[in-house]
């Protein structure tokens, strides 16, 4: 729909009944999925061991910086995904890893609460 590498994909030129010719471009191709799903396992991968990081900062700084951390992380994300346009496709490479990156930050502080109540 939004033709994020589109350029991918094989374009198909028809003539019409005024003999010109129009491109007929598919809405997705196997080359743009692709695309897509290399995205998420590049992405699952590297956050995957990134939080081995996400761990020692927890446990250096605390709970707050963490979270402030992973906010940003996510944050900064989050706007590449926005600002992101099919002519700069490749932006979604990294775009991904910080939204990824930045909610595990952020989950991995958020399994101290379930200490916060005691069972009696």
Same mark, same amino acid.
């Given at each position: 729909?939004?033709?994020?590498?589109?350029?991918?994909?094989?374009?198909?030129?028809?003539?019409?009944?005024?003999?010109?010719?129009?491109?007929?471009?598919?809405? $997705?191709?196997?080359?743009? %999925?692709?695309?897509?799903? *290399? /995205?998420?396992?590049?992405? !699952?991968? @590297? &956050?995957?061991?990134?939080?081995?990081? $996400?761990?020692?900062?927890? %446990?250096?700084?605390?709970? *707050? /910086?963490?979270?402030?951390? !992973?906010? @940003? &992380?996510?944050?900064?994300?989050?706007?590449?995904?926005?600002?992101?346009?099919?002519?700069?496709?490749?932006?979604?490479?990294?775009?991904?890893?910080? &939204?990824?990156?930045?909610?595990?930050?952020?989950?991995?502080?958020?399994?101290?609460?379930?200490?916060?109540?005691?069972?009696?």
């Amino acid at each position: 729909e939004e033709r994020y590498f589109s350029h991918l994909c094989k374009c198909e030129t028809n003539w019409t009944e005024t003999n010109t010719l129009t491109p007929a471009c598919p809405t $997705s191709c196997a080359a743009q %999925d692709e695309q897509f799903n *290399l /995205i998420f396992a590049i992405a !699952g991968a @590297v &956050v995957g061991i990134l939080l081995v990081l $996400s761990g020692m900062v927890f %446990d250096r700084l605390g709970t *707050l /910086i963490t979270r402030l951390l !992973g906010s @940003v &992380v996510f944050l900064s994300g989050s706007l590449m995904v926005a600002l992101s346009t099919p002519a700069i496709s490749y932006v979604l490479y990294p775009a991904v890893l910080c &939204v990824m990156y930045g909610g595990f930050f952020i989950l991995v502080t958020n399994i101290q609460l379930g200490n916060l109540l005691k069972r009696g």
